[in-house]
DNA sequence: TGTACATCAGTGAACGCGCGTTCACTGATGTAC
DNA sequence: TGTACATCAGTGAACGCGCGTTCACTGATGTAC
């Protein structure tokens, strides 16, 4: 994530797919700095990369699919980083509340790309013009299917009173999200410290006597 | 809610503000069909109330001031909505209830408006260039002041083994902000009846046995 | 080994559009005398 | 009762800007013969 303007050469034969990673950087960091998606214009990521705005074209056919490729990349990076915190852990309670922290972590260090992701008219399947929709995949692999695992794994070991992994990990998604949602977006509201608020709305909707 | 662009003659004098309510209609009904910040131009807004774009001027410094009292006008109505659903119960626990369940009615069916309520960078008191900062009365004496005020009865009932109103207000807050920022924007996702999926998590988030 | 050619990876200028903003103005209506 | 004037509630034309998109082009590099 540099996101510096810098020179740049020509690409060599054959490496001219390395034009199009400058391009998802380059949009990627304008959303981090701007936070809309607005931010991302074709002139704006030619801008930022050092290219004239018509090179785009042959990698993408629109601001809007540069967007796309962006929050394809995120929904990846969030699985990996929730997948990496509770990959060394065993017990089961400790694996879910450490994938919820790393969720909510990603979102509040992220707090324009968490947004992108789940924002109106973005969703999986949807409206985005030309976009490729997001396969249910894209989501059951990721973040989500480690929740619904993780639920369903505390109920499988007696210790969640749960009676659906699906239905409770819902509930558990959306506190999480809205936790996220507002921690960014409210920050001078008198917020309770993460370790204090989250894990008592976390077992509560788990279903997890503390 | 009207929104159609209708012949207007010009107002009699004195009554000049009919004009800013217009302007402020107008941009409402932009969000509400598009759903983006940045469908409230100066002159998409002027093309919608039928007046010349430099009309706009003595009413609003900038589009971003209309957008800023579209914010006000619809905490008010949230607020209201919420008020009066709670207005004729009784028991504590159904007004908690009902007061949640309107909060999140008016979410839903008003996805727009809602997500511009609790935008990043929309923030009571932050960092909208020109639009004055929200008190935080605005919030206190709204929804938000609701919600503390129906757990704080509950409370004094004995039915909440909670201890703090306010936290326990923040922790059901985030939850019906995740449910509504969800189901709004991931509508293909497998989502429970709204009376099935949100009375138990509402209960347990504000302690209460079911 | 040379050389003509194709392809790749872009460039630079130009277009039309909607935008925010400015400026001088217009014409109805109330008010002072 | 008339009339000059101030004010109110706007208008219309023009500007410069950034945008997406198009078009013909350029120059390095690999490949066929």
């Excluded at 929904?75 to 922290?101: K, M, Q």
């Excluded at 995949?137 to 969640?160: K, P, Q, Y």
């Amino acid at each position: 994530m540099t996101g510096e303007t810098t020179a740049r050469g020509r690409n060599p034969r054959g490496a001219g797919g390395r034009l199009r990673d400058d391009i998802v950087a380059a949009a990627r960091d304008l959303l981090v700095e701007q936070g809309h998606e607005t931010a991302v214009t074709l002139r704006g990521v030619a801008r930022r990369v050092g290219i004239a705005a018509p090179s785009i074209y042959p990698h993408f056919d629109s601001p809007e699919a540069i967007v796309q490729a962006v929050v394809v990349e995120t929904f990846h990076t969030l699985g990996s980083y929730v997948s990496d915190a509770i990959g060394r852990l065993d017990d089961p309670r400790e694996r879910l509340l450490a994938g919820c922290r790393a969720y909510i972590t990603f979102g509040i260090e992220n707090p324009n790309l968490y947004g992108l992701l789940f924002s109106r008219n973005r969703q999986l399947g949807g409206q985005s013009p030309e976009g490729r929709p997001l396969s249910e995949e894209d989501l059951r692999g990721g973040a989500f299917g480690l929740l619904v695992g993780g639920v369903d794994d505390c109920i499988r070991a007696g210790i969640s009173s749960a009676t659906s992994a699906p239905a409770t990990a819902i509930d558990i998604w959306v506190a999480m999200h809205g936790i996220v949602s507002l921690r960014g977006a409210q920050y001078q509201m008198p917020w309770p410290p993460r370790d204090v608020m989250e894990p008592p709305i976390l077992l509560a909707l788990a279903r997890i006597q503390p």
